[in-house]
T-cell receptor, first 114, second 114 residues
Framework: AQSVTQLDSHVSVSEGTPVLLRCNYS??????LFWYVQHPNKGLQLLLK??????LVKGINGFEAEFKKSETSFHLTKPSAHMSDAAEYFC????????????FGKGTMLLVSP | EAGVTQFPSHSVIEKGQTVTLRCDPI?????LYWYRRVMGKEIKFLLH????????ESGMPNNRFLAERTGGTYSTLKVQPAELEDSGVYFC????????????FGPGTRLTVT
């Protein structure tokens, strides 16, 4: 069985300051890990994914995440927040054994103030 | 390339009525998934089609839900009869393959049962 825990339901930052969204996972297999973002009234968009290559993964819009197996973590970071980053972010795990059901965390709402 | 589309974007029905949600995947994507998010909870997997066949329907909550994918193109999800607890956002996603392939999500259908 696999599961995802997003440690914060809401994160508030000021524009121009760093962003850290925390995620811990549990998986019986070697996992694939993803971060998705959902802006209001839009579909979920893939930010980045980890599938066993480099542990530091770079995504779109300046986001990156580091896979730490010893800590079972996959935290999402960005050096400098922009107003357009305000959205809901989902950490997702998939069993990489060949089956691709996604297991979602509960989501973290990122609020960016001027 | 057109993305995943879902219709309607929002549906309000009374308890006991029937509702049919539609999903059009990206052209050429054999894999189609349905997910649901009820208020305050995480997004959860409902079922997975490969072409017109159901690969996995382990997430379907009960027999009031019926999913079809005639001809391996678009899919419908029917809820009959609807109950209050069926309210939520229903997402559809499609992918070219399994096991780590990116799933592309539609904007979702918000279902409200009163």
């Amino acid at each position: 069985a696999q599961s995802v825990t997003q440690l914060d339901s809401h994160v508030s930052v000021s524009e121009g300051t760093p962003v850290l969204l925390r995620c811990n996972y549990s998986s019986s297999y070697s996992p694939s890990l993803f971060w998705y973002v959902q802006h209001p009234n839009k579909g979920l968009q893939l930010l980045l994914k980890y599938t066993s290559a480099a542990t530091l993964v770079k995504g779109i819009n300046g986001f990156e995440a580091e896979f730490k197996k010893s800590e079972t973590s996959f935290h999402l970071t960005k050096p400098s927040a922009h107003m357009s980053d305000a959205a809901e972010y989902f950490c997702v795990v998939s069993d990489r054994s060949g089956y691709s059901t996604l297991t979602f965390g509960k989501g973290t709402m990122l609020l960016v103030s001027p | 390339e057109a993305g995943v589309t879902q219709f309607p974007s929002h549906s309000v029905i009374e308890k006991g009525q029937t509702v049919t949600l539609r999903c059009d995947p990206i052209s050429g994507h054999d894999n189609l998934y349905w997910y649901r998010r009820v208020m305050g909870k995480e997004i959860k997997f409902l079922l997975h089609f490969v072409k017109e066949s159901k690969q996995d329907e382990s997430g379907m909550p009960n027999n009031r839900f019926l999913a079809e994918r005639t001809g391996g193109t678009y899919s419908t999800l029917k809820v009959q009869p609807a109950e209050l607890e069926d309210s939520g956002v229903y997402f559809c996603a499609s992918s070219r393959g399994q096991g780590g392939y990116e799933q592309y999500f539609g904007p979702g259908t918000r279902l409200t049962v009163t």
